[in-house]
Structure formats: C-alpha cells, structure tokens
C-alpha cells in the first residue's frame, strides 16, 4: 500500500460514482482515483477499443485564458511567448496540442488549449496544474484574465461506440472532426465537447459543471455500450497509442524535440517562420531543429513475452556495461498481446528496426526501435 | 496432504519431501490480470524469502517468495503460455513450481487455512 494518507487526497464529483461502481481507488496526482473497476485492466482496454469507454479524468486542470482586449488573437499571441506552438493560428471551434517550455527548452507540461471564439480554453495535467496557473498569471496577466474552472468535472468518452453514445443524449457531434471543440448541450446540460482524447480511439472530451457531471455519468453508464475505465486501461491505451505521459515520457529535461513532438511545432514558430523563437528556451530548440539532438523519444517492441518497464536501463548490445538510454513508460498492450515501450536512446540508435537491449531483473532482453503509435489510430479526421 | 499458506498471498501443498507451490486466489484478484509470468530454473536452490518467480499484471511486476528452502524440481510449463491461468485458477492448474524441502521446521511457521482466512478478513 502507498503510504500517503487518504485523507489529504482531493475527491473528483465522480467519486461516489466509483466507489459505488466497484472502483479501486488509489492515490494518484493529489487525487482518489480509481485505478480499475471489476471488469478489470484488460477487459477495460478491450471493451474501449471495440465498444466505448468512460474515463474520470476531473482532476486535470481546465483555465480559461481572456483577453483583456476581448479580441481572442491577444490571447493567443500572449500564451505564444511560453509554448513553441502556433496558437493564432488555432481557429475558433478548434484546439491543439502545446507544452510550455522553460529556459533550456525542457517542457514543464504538455496541454490542449481550445479557441472558444472570445476565449482560450486550456486542459493541463493534474500533476502541474496548479504550477502552470501561477506560470500563467506571471507571464501572461498583462494581456489575460486567468480563471481557474474549478467547478467543471470533465470526462473523456473513448471509442467507437462513443459518438453513438452522446448522440442517445440528444448531442449532435456527428458533424465534428479531429480536435473539433466548443460549447454543446449534452442531455440539456452546458457542455464543453471536443472530438480529442488519450487512447487513440475516435471519442470524445467533455468538460460538465461540477454539480451535473455525476448525473451525465449516470445517464452516459445507463447504455450497455459504456463501461467505466480506470487509470490502469487509460494508461495502456495511451501507451499503445504512442502518446506522452507527462512526467514519464516527457519532463523539464526533454526538449519537443528530444521527445520528438517536432510535429506539434509549426513552421510559423520555427527558424524563418513568420512569428520564429519567443518562447521559453528558444535558442536551443530552433538549434534542435537545425541540428538534431543527441537523444530521441522512440517506441520499442519486446521479442519476448517479458513486460519491459519504466526505469528498465537501454543497452546497445547483451553485454556492454555502460547503458545508452533508458525505457520511459512500459508495460503490456493488451490489443496488440505483447510487451510494449517507450524510452530514450541516442539518436545514432533511434532508427526504427534497431536492436536493443533492456535489463530486466538482471537479464538483457532484445527489443527493437518500433514506429508508434503501436496500434494505428482510429481518428475522424 | 496438507496446505500452508503464507502472510505473502503464497500456498504450499505438502506431500513428503516436496512442496507445490503456488499464489492464493486472493493474491491473484490483487493482482489483477496476469499477463507475464516467470518461473525460477529446475535445479535452482532457493533460500527461504529469496525471489523465485515473477508474476506481472498489465499495470505492475510482482515478486514470488520461496516460502521455505529447497530445490526446485519442476516448474509450471502450462503458465508461459497460459499466464491467465493464474486469474482462472490460482489454487489449482495455475501451481508454480516444486520444492524439494530443505528442512521442514521452516514449515512450523506457515498458516493453516484457517489462519489464513483470518489474515485476509
């Protein structure tokens, strides 16, 4: 048992619901949350790959980000200096994926951040949240109003059942496309909805008034489709999909580039393009750009049944002594019914289809750099 | 025949000089699905405590203790294929391994059945 007393833990509005669901809770980012239900890790994986799952993910922090001026592009020209993302270009009814980045250009967290037409709506880890809101208010009360949306639970609805499942609740996302977000009725209530999640299923974030978030969940379970999902699946899921767990695969000593995110920054903010640098450790991600870096973020593919786990040391052959990287996130991909990770090697090794060497429990078992996402995504783009 | 159970989720069946060895249905709903499991070699000498087998679930590895002393003479072939096993039947197909037992006043410290189920309450 972890030692942390339960009761400093914060309680999302869904925490009855789990409780009275079976959940197992668990300490996690300052949180009770459930870590499974009875159906368990694996079936809860499964049934969100083929049917629909829901996820409690309330503890994320949710801020809204106003311009002073009321004009949206001060917003966003304002969150450009501390992200290497182009956020004007974000239009309204749409987000993106950003991280903030500190001087050395190591990221200090991973978010979304939604153009709600008057507003930005940002979604940032729970672990970080209340680090990013002071970020925030001291780099960007000049031009913003920052208000934290404690009051708002927010859900993920994962899968291929999910657009089906909102549309028994009278909400028309049909017309929505990848990253697709704004405000929507769902069952009457005042929703924010956005076509995004962590499991590389098509589904569905929905960010709900505290007070009614556990009657949407109540209404969303009444369909045999929908199963609760705890930590445990969400974290496979994401794994297989490919995707960074802050803290993990991504922290304040990997750069966008290093953590080969170089996809989420656009050419408007690199080296010649229109608005280049001005965030957070420039200098040495625009030179990342043009250079490369030493290390790299790559998946990797066990040979064997073994699970390979974060903190497993990378070698490059069975019998060197000094390790050239190390395994970030790992475990077993319940969809694919093997051992799959994610680590850190140099980049002269990063090539996909290079054999590597993981130590597990004094033994070096074979891996291969392996491309991601693991198993192929399923968004309506 | 006689089965003993350890503080550590762990039961032994005791039949002469061996010992079969295997996790308890309550270890395994701990556990959660069992996906991965390791079995120690044939012929391999454990010490009481030392880590012979390992048992993983999606989320997280486990150790298995040797209860007690002793040689391991055969192993669970079934379970590398059939890790699930372990969540179907961890008081039965889904044994461990086999100890020679090295001594048997190390038995003296185990637990009934009785003893157990009071452990788990």
């Known amino acids: ?381 | 025949m006689t089965t003993l159970f350890t503080s550590d989720h762990e039961w032994l069946r005791i039949e002469g000089d061996v010992a079969t060895i295997g996790v308890t249905d309550y270890a395994q709903s701990q556990l959660g699905d069992v996906v991965f499991v390791e079995l120690p070699k044939v012929g391999r000498s454990l010490k009481k405590a030392e880590a012979a087998a390992v048992v993983e679930s999606v989320k997280a590895a486990s150790d298995v203790y040797a209860p007690i002393s002793g040689e391991v003479v055969e192993v669970n072939e079934a379970l590398a294929a059939e890790p699930a096993l372990v969540n179907s039947d961890a008081g039965g197909k889904a044994w461990f391994f086999k100890l020679k037992i090295a001594d048997k006043s190390e038995l003296g410290g185990l637990m009934d059945e009785a003893a157990y189920k009071a452990h788990t309450a």
């Open chain 1, 1 to 381: 048992m972890l030692a942390q007393d339960k009761s400093s833990l914060q309680r999302t509005p869904l925490h009855g619901l789990h409780v009275a669901r079976g959940g197992k809770m668990v300490p996690f980012a300052g949180y009770e949350m459930p870590v499974q239900f009875p159906a368990g890790v694996l079936k809860e994986h499964l049934h969100t790959r083929s049917a629909a799952g829901l996820f409690d993910v309330s503890h994320m922090g949710q801020l809204a980000l106003r311009p002073k001026s009321g004009k949206v592009e001060d917003a966003a020209l304002a969150l450009e200096r501390l992200v290497p993302q182009d956020i004007v270009a974000v239009a309204p009814g749409r987000q993106r994926y950003a991280q903030f980045t500190n001087e050395d250009g190591g990221i200090l967290d991973d978010l979304m951040v939604a153009n709600f037409g008057d507003h930005l709506f940002l979604v940032v880890n729970a672990a970080c949240k209340a680090e990013d809101e002071a970020h925030l208010r001291a780099h960007l009360s000049d031009t913003c109003i920052i208000d934290s949306l404690a009051d708002r639970g927010l859900i993920a609805l994962q899968g291929p059942k999910a657009e089906q499942a909102l549309a028994k609740l009278g909400a028309d996302v049909s017309a929505m496309r990848f990253m697709d977000t704004g405000p929507r009725q769902v069952a009457g209530l005042d929703c924010f909805v956005s076509r995004s999640g962590y499991t590389g299923e098509d589904g569905f974030e929905i960010s709900v008034p505290a007070a009614q978030a556990e009657a949407l969940v109540t209404m969303l379970l009444e369909n045999p489709e929908v199963l609760p999902i705890g930590l445990g699946a969400r974290d496979s899921l994401r794994l297989e999909a490919g995707l960074c767990l802050y803290g993990h695969d991504l922290d304040t000593t990997t750069t966008p580039v290093e953590g080969a995110l170089e996809w989420s920054v656009q050419k408007s903010r690199r080296t010649g393009g229109a608005r280049a640098g001005g965030f957070p450790g420039a200098d040495k991600v625009l030179s990342q750009f043009e250079k490369g870096a030493s290390r790299r973020r790559v998946g990797l593919r066990a040979e064997g049944r073994a699970p390979v786990r974060e903190g497993a040391l990378l070698f490059a052959d069975a019998a060197s002594s000094e390790a050239v990287g190390k395994v970030t996130s790992g475990g077993f991909g319940p969809s694919l019914n093997a051992p799959v990770a994610m680590g850190y090697l140099p980049t002269s090794l990063s090539a996909n289809g290079t054999l590597v060497f993981a130590e597990v429990r004094g033994q070096r078992l074979p891996l291969q750099v392996a491309a991601m996402p693991f198993v192929p995504n399923t968004y309506k783009r």
